[in-house]
């Protein structure tokens, strides 16, 4: 049974920086890419980072860029998001996902398999 399990996240000032986690259980080798997602209430999910297991090759998508980094641990089968210089707008759940060899950050249709979520909140 496939397992994703979010923590790390809490309230931090502006300015502050949050480091997320992701164990992974299960199934673990048939998953190639691995992502971090946000939302927020009433919208649906925005990709955040991605991550190949293969070759660690990361994409960033929208206002994360410079200031997110995705990694992962495979020896931990952990997946991270170390956030930094957090805005407001950086407020909402965050997820982890993975997926089988194709996968799309602006598409989260593309992610089979997902956490239950981290609450993240920024404050000015």
């Known amino acids: 049974q496939v397992q994703l399990v979010e923590s790390g996240g809490g309230s931090v000032q502006a300015g502050g920086s949050l480091r997320l986690s992701c164990a992974i259980s299960?199934?673990?080798?048939?998953?190639?890419?691995l992502a971090w997602f946000r939302q927020d209430p009433g919208a649906g999910r925005e990709g955040v980072a991605r991550i190949y297991s293969a070759g660690a090759t990361t994409y960033y998508a929208g206002s994360g860029k410079g200031r997110f980094t995705i990694s992962q641990d495979n020896a931990k089968n952990t997946l991270y998001l170390q956030m930094d210089s957090l805005t407001p707008e950086d407020t909402g759940m965050y997820y982890c996902?993975?997926?089988?060899?194709?996968?799309?950050?602006?598409?989260?249709?593309?992610?089979?398999?997902w956490g239950q979520g981290t609450q993240v909140t920024v404050f000015s």
């Open positions: 299960g199934y673990t080798d048939s998953f190639d890419c």
């Open positions: 996902a993975a997926s089988g060899a194709y996968c799309n950050l602006l598409r989260s249709s593309t992610f089979t398999y």
